[in-house]
């Protein structure tokens, strides 16, 4: 099996944000008034916590599949103050999905390395970046993920209080055992995302899958507690109990169906 060579410099880096108009499920943007996207409002955040980072981007690919000219009127006005090219990649609502933006991200950057952010999560702290790629120096090391912190301002309940600091407690960087990864805040190699690409088959839980793939390659996932960045969601108990209950089921499903090509390749 081969690996990827070790980064013994410092790589470009992209940034591929997807964006999604889901206005009628979040909060209102903050700074906006009346009715609008609350992605706007985000990705405003994003680009400021961008801009403050300790390694600057490269790029930053924005794959934008938002209805109206919010996203970008907001992209607009950060290239001006981030410095670094600022792209908007179209993508039509009705073919979005989560592993298509990722691919389309992929193929359009340009960057040695691959940052995705989901369009509502935003960097924490200014060595977000820098701490999120450190771990891809090493051959084995296929992508890296940050750790989640609950977002100021959005309610949480109980169990979503709960699952964020069940999942996301440890503050240290350790390799994974299970090929858990998540794309709301992660980094890989572009060259084996473009090898590997992301199931475009699956709805759900695509980097999970894309996890245990590379794994099966002898890779490995580390999550990066330096790394945080804002990420949560305002449903309620119910709701995310119901969530976790799909997410292993899919899990387990993605398990099952690895284990039958094996045995029928």
Same mark, same amino acid.
């Given at each position: ?23 009628? +499920? ?6 906006? %008034? ?123 309940? %109980? ?7 069940? %999942? ?8 994974? +055992? ?36 590379? %794994? ?50």
């Amino acid at each position: 099996m081969s690996h990827s060579p070790v980064l013994n410099r410092m790589p470009r880096v992209s940034v591929v944000i997807k964006t999604y108009d889901d206005r009628e +499920k979040h909060r209102q943007a903050p700074g906006e %008034r009346g009715a609008g996207p609350v992605l706007v409002g985000y990705l405003a955040e994003t680009m400021e916590a961008l801009r403050q980072q300790t390694l600057a981007p490269h790029e930053v690919l924005v794959v934008d599949s938002s209805r109206g000219d919010g996203i970008i009127r907001a992209l607009e006005a950060a290239e001006a103050s981030i410095g670094v090219s600022v792209r908007r990649v179209p993508l039509p609502s009705q073919e979005f999905s989560h592993p298509r933006a990722l691919n389309l991200g992929v193929r359009e950057a340009s960057g040695e390395i691959i940052s995705i952010l989901s369009g509502d999560a935003t960097p924490a702290n200014e060595r977000w970046l820098e701490s999120l790629i450190g771990p891809l120096s090493g051959s084995r090391v296929a992508g890296t993920c940050s750790r989640q912190i609950p977002r100021p301002g959005v309610p949480q309940s %109980r169990a979503e209080e709960f699952r964020i600091w069940w %999942r996301y407690r440890r503050k240290s960087s350790f390799r994974r +055992k299970d090929p858990l990864f998540s794309n709301a805040s992660a980094a890989f190699r572009r060259d084996l995302a473009l090898a590997i690409p992301f199931d475009e088959n699956l709805m759900e839980l695509e980097d999970y899958d894309w996890g245990m793939k590379v %794994r099966d390659r002898g890779y490995t996932i580390v999550y990066v507690g330096d790394s945080e960045v804002y990420h949560s969601h305002s449903s309620s108990s119910l709701q995310t109990a119901r969530r976790m209950l799909y997410y292993g089921y899919f899990r387990a499903k993605l398990h099952l169906l690895k284990r039958l090509r094996a045995r029928n390749p």
